[in-house]
């Protein structure tokens, strides 16, 4: 009996699926939808390059959960064009989606989170002529708050309006100042957050550091480094934040300085950029 072969022939054809190139990998999608918002801009398709520009941040995805059970509801915020602005920095700086973080605050107020009385910004950066936001909600999420806004109002106190949650979790999440006492948050890896807290600690003031490096910044006693590429979500590991309490000169000062650098760097610059450089100036890298 002859013995059966125990390999196919050469001639046998392939049955495996043939690769088209290559398969994007997890941590390839991300630069390739840069490329792709990059491409469509090219095109002129503006539109669809910030649809792919959402998508492309960290926590974009929650984007894509509305669409197969309920469609998003816009909602339009009216605050000041300093606020506006800020909180879209804010947005930009920290890999933030909006849209997404105003459904965390509907999620908050279900879950027994009240927010304080919104108090009208006052002078300085906070106030200035008014502008409307624009967000989108989960549009379920938004008709339970609407229905639990009178009990959540006979709770407080006070009456609580959408706008009341969600600028003030925003501004608090992204810590822009609203003309109250607020704090700037610094995105960073985990090993430096760590190591400017256990300065902190050991009895060093941060907020002093900031506003002497703001001061030196303006005076051109300091010349401020160009910054290193880090955060922006912040490119891989461990992240936490640090929360700096700033004067209003200081936070105005930064908003002032921040474009000028962008142009001297080349590179874009956020206030939250200059404070953390200021604090590796001072306070240096933490040991490898």
């Not at 965390?104 to 989170?113: I, M, P």
Request: aromatic letters at 4%; a positive charge.
């Amino acid at each position: 009996m002859a013995t059966a072969p125990t390999r196919r022939p050469e001639s046998y054809p392939d049955q495996r699926r043939p690769t088209k190139g290559s398969r994007p990998m997890a941590g390839m999608i991300r630069p390739h939808l840069a490329e792709t918002v990059q491409v469509l801009k090219e095109a002129g398709r503006y539109d669809l390059a910030t649809t792919m520009a959402e998508l492309g941040k960290p926590r974009g995805y929650l984007l894509l959960q509305r669409t197969d059970t309920v469609s998003p509801s816009p909602i339009s915020l009216t605050t000041t064009k300093a606020i506006k602005d800020e909180l879209r920095e804010a947005e930009t700086e920290m890999d933030k989606v909006l849209d997404s973080l105003a459904d965390d605050a509907y999620r908050r107020v279900l879950s027994g989170w009240l927010p304080p009385k919104w108090q009208k910004p006052g002078r300085g950066r906070a106030g200035g002529p008014p502008a409307v936001l624009q967000v989108q909600v989960d549009s379920e999420l938004r008709q339970q708050v609407q229905e639990a806004l009178p009990a959540l109002s006979k709770k407080a106190g006070y009456t609580v309006r959408e706008s009341n949650i969600l600028l003030t979790y925003l501004c608090d999440e992204l810590g822009v100042h609203r003309g109250v006492e607020a704090a700037m948050p610094l995105l960073l890896p985990l090993p430096v957050r760590d190591h400017f807290v256990a300065a902190r600690e050991s009895g060093t003031d941060l907020n002093q550091l900031v506003d002497t490096g703001v001061r030196r910044l303006l005076d051109g006693s300091w010349e401020m480094p160009r910054p290193a590429r880090a955060p922006k979500g912040t490119r891989g590991g461990e992240t936490g934040k640090l929360y700096v309490d700033l004067k209003d000169d200081v936070r105005d000062a930064l908003h002032e300085l921040a474009p000028r650098l962008s142009e001297k760097f080349g590179v874009r610059v956020f206030p939250g950029t200059i404070v953390r450089v200021i604090l590796t100036d001072r306070l240096g890298e933490p040991a490898a």
